[in-house]
């Protein structure tokens, strides 16, 4: 067994979870998919800085910023998952509470 699997969230457990855990876990997503769209707009930064002047980037350099953009791609989305079904369970609590 990995060390690390505690830290991993498994949206199937979000009904076990308290209503706290899951509005955290739906920030931290956000969170997450901010600083993802943050780094994207650098390699853009980069892209286009090295487009306007002498200076190429390589076909190595290149290819690793595509692999790049689509593992960040792939993350965002993930969060973007996460924070979506957490926020559902929260709002689904919210609805239950309140009938």
């Known amino acids: 067994m990995n060390i690390l699997n505690h830290l991993l969230v498994d949206p199937e457990s979000f ?8 509005e955290d876990i739906g920030s931290s997503a956000n ?3 901010m600083t ?3 780094g994207i707009s ?5 892209l286009a800085g ?7 980037l390589g076909a190595d350099t290149l ?13 965002s989305s993930h969060a973007a998952n996460l924070e979506g079904r957490a926020d559902t369970h929260s709002r689904y609590r ?6």
């Open 94 to 99: 919210g609805i239950k509470k309140g009938a």
């Open 15 to 22: 009904d076990r979870l308290p209503t706290e855990k899951l």
């Open 50 to 56: 090295a487009a306007t002047n002498d200076d190429s």
């Open 42 to 46: 650098a390699i853009g930064v980069i």
């Open 63 to 75: 290819v690793d910023l595509g692999w790049l953009l689509q593992s960040l791609g792939n993350l």
């Open 36 to 38: 993802i769209s943050r």
């Open 31 to 33: 969170d997450l998919g």
